[in-house]
């Protein structure tokens, strides 16, 4: 029941950004937005950008709902079908991102862009391996792949979670515009490497 709990609370918290991605990736592939964002920008990179916007929304709020034991035991082919789609978004918004760095890098600049770049490498790696061990029918590994796919999926949105409560409680203290504050540069791997390494560390304790 706690945990349920604990999903729905992040699933609302999580819900603006989802809807503010879906919503801007959509547009970025359907209109010209060259006067409203620096994003779009020439066709290549627009259809990377925008396209990870949308199919990272599908990611973030899949992954999440992944967990939930009672659709995964009453009805395995949901939870089957629908871990399809997410490792199809996760994969895509992977690829799109880093295509997107590599050809026009971060508003932050290099370091930014190493962070991003590492995030988008682990976001594949996760995808690749829950749906091996899935088909592999090897229970144990997939349910670890897939919990360090779904803290990797809400990555993004705990990204700016981490500003919107930063910037609430010290008014920005450590960041600017450039991107070049020790909270600007701790978050540039700091919204998935310390939520990881507690998954790996709560893992470890579980396997004992
Ligand atoms: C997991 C779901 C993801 C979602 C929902 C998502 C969503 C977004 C959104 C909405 C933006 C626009 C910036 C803004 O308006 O705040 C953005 C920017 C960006 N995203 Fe993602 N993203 C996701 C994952 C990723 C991954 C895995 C990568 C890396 C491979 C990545 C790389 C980038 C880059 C490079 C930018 C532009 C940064 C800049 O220069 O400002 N994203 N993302």
């Not at 918290?13 to 006067?35: H, K, N, Q, W």
């Not at 290549?44 to 009672?70: D, S, V």
Request: aromatic letters at 12%.
């Amino acid at each position: 029941m706690p945990r349920r709990a604990a999903l729905v609370i992040l699933g609302l918290l999580a819900l603006p950004f989802v809807l503010y991605s879906a919503g801007f990736g959509l547009r970025g592939l359907t209109a010209d937005l060259s006067e409203d964002t620096r994003f779009f920008t020439t066709p290549l990179p627009n259809a990377l950008i925008f396209t990870h916007m949308a199919t990272g929304a599908l990611a973030t709020c899949l992954a999440p709902l992944q967990l939930i034991e009672r659709i995964r035991i009453r009805r395995p082919r949901a939870h089957r079908v629908l871990g399809y789609v997410t490792l199809g978004a996760a994969t895509i918004t992977g690829i799109c991102g880093l295509g997107y760095i590599a050809l026009k890098g971060t508003i932050g600049g290099t370091l930014m862009s190493a962070g991003f770049a590492l995030y988008g490498a682990l976001l594949l790696l996760a995808a690749a391996n829950t749906a091996y061990h899935a088909l592999d029918k090897d229970r144990a590994r997939h349910r670890r792949w897939a919990l360090r796919l779904t803290v990797l999926a809400l990555g993004s949105f705990l990204y700016r979670l981490h500003y919107w409560v930063w910037y609430a409680a010290t008014g920005g203290a450590g960041s600017n515009a450039a991107f070049t504050g020790p909270f600007d540069l701790f978050n540039f791997a700091g919204f998935y490497l310390p939520y990881l390494a507690a998954l790996e560390l709560w893992l470890r304790q579980e396997r004992r």
